[in-house]
T-cell receptor
């Protein structure tokens, strides 16, 4: 158990809908990362937050957005969902969000868009 | 650009050794190794930093060749629990973004 929690564990929804995924980092970690893992694209970095501020952006679609709240939990919002958005979404956390640190991954949210 | 891992898959008998390689086309600041079992979270194994520092699992070792922009993960005396997909993830600049390789599937048989 990495100490990173994610809810929900599974999510089934329809195309065009909007969902919110939630992540709580390990105690003491200020930085949160979001990753998408699909069969054809592998593990892809989406976005990073540090202490409430966006710090780095990867291949995140405009339909997706995220934020980190004052209590350091983070939410990833996915809207106008398409079949291709079906994937495992992981959150990871680290202490200060630098390249020198280990990122610890949560258990993931499996999203299925029908 | 995604780092290239080799081999893509390997099958071992318990007790055998394996080496997994990770190669980047860009300079490396850090290399992170993870193991993932199907449907589960990637689990941290090792981190190797530019300059030589490394931290990680006591039963797994790794090397980092900054000049060749490569890293290798050494699995010795493999156990059944070592089965899974191994990923290297690299940081190619002083930023915070990790780029993951395509993974190496390892199966250890009794």
């Amino acid at each position: 158990d990495s100490g990173v929690t994610q809810t929900p564990k599974h999510l089934i929804t329809a195309t065009g809908q909007r969902v919110t995924l939630r992540c709580s980092p390990r105690s003491g970690d200020l930085s949160v990362y979001w990753y998408q893992q699909s069969l054809d694209q592998g593990l892809q970095f989406l976005i990073q937050y540090y202490n409430g501020e966006e710090r780095a952006k990867g291949n995140i679609l405009e339909r997706f957005s995220a934020q980190q709240f004052p209590d350091l939990h983070s939410e990833l919002n996915l809207s106008s969902l398409e079949l291709g958005d079906s994937a495992l979404y992981f959150c990871a956390s680290s202490v200060a969000g630098t390249w020198r640190e280990t990122q610890y991954f949560g258990p993931g949210t499996r999203l299925l868009v029908l | 650009q995604q780092p290239v891992q080799s081999p893509q898959a390997v099958i071992l008998r318990e007790g055998e050794d394996a080496v997994i390689n990770c190669s980047s086309s860009k300079a490396l600041y850090s290399v992170h190794w993870y193991r993932q079992k199907h449907g589960e979270a990637p689990v941290f194994l090792m981190i190797l930093l530019k300059g030589g520092e490394q931290k990680g699992h006591e039963k797994i070792s790794a090397s980092f060749n900054e000049k060749k922009q490569q890293s290798s993960l050494y699995l010795t005396a493999s156990q059944l629990s070592y089965s899974g997909t191994y990923f290297c993830a690299v940081n190619n600049n002083a930023g915070n973004m990790l780029t993951f390789g395509g993974g190496t599937r390892l199966m250890v048989k009794p």
